[in-house]
């Protein structure tokens, strides 16, 4: 686990008292093996309760805005309530980058 992963992990794990928490670097699967920029997380939290997704969204946003201003470029986020995970079979997969960039010519 790099340092980045460590840190999402732990802080993610301060702000919601997870049931179930991955946090998961995708940056080789984006060109960038080197680079910690891209993640998934999977994050289970009793808090989810009720919640629309768009709020569990937000709210994982409002934890890590210091780290998707700056060192993270790309979030997946597979937020859960828990009856929600104990329904679910698989987390779904991330799609493969399709490479480049807009601004390459």
Request: charged fraction near 25%; proline fraction near 5%.
């Amino acid at each position: 686990m790099t340092a980045l992963e460590q840190h999402i992990h732990e802080k993610i794990t301060r702000h919601f008292a997870p049931a179930h928490l991955e946090v998961i670097n995708e940056s080789d699967l984006h060109g960038t093996p080197s680079d910690d920029s891209h993640f998934k997380v999977v994050l289970v939290c009793k808090d989810f309760d009720g919640m629309r997704l768009l709020q569990r969204h937000r709210a994982v946003n409002k934890v890590l805005a210091e780290e998707l201003a700056g060192p993270v470029h790309a979030l997946a986020l597979h937020v859960y309530s828990v009856q929600e995970w104990q329904q679910l079979h698989a987390v779904p997969e991330s799609p493969q980058c399709r490479g480049g960039s807009k601004l390459e010519s």
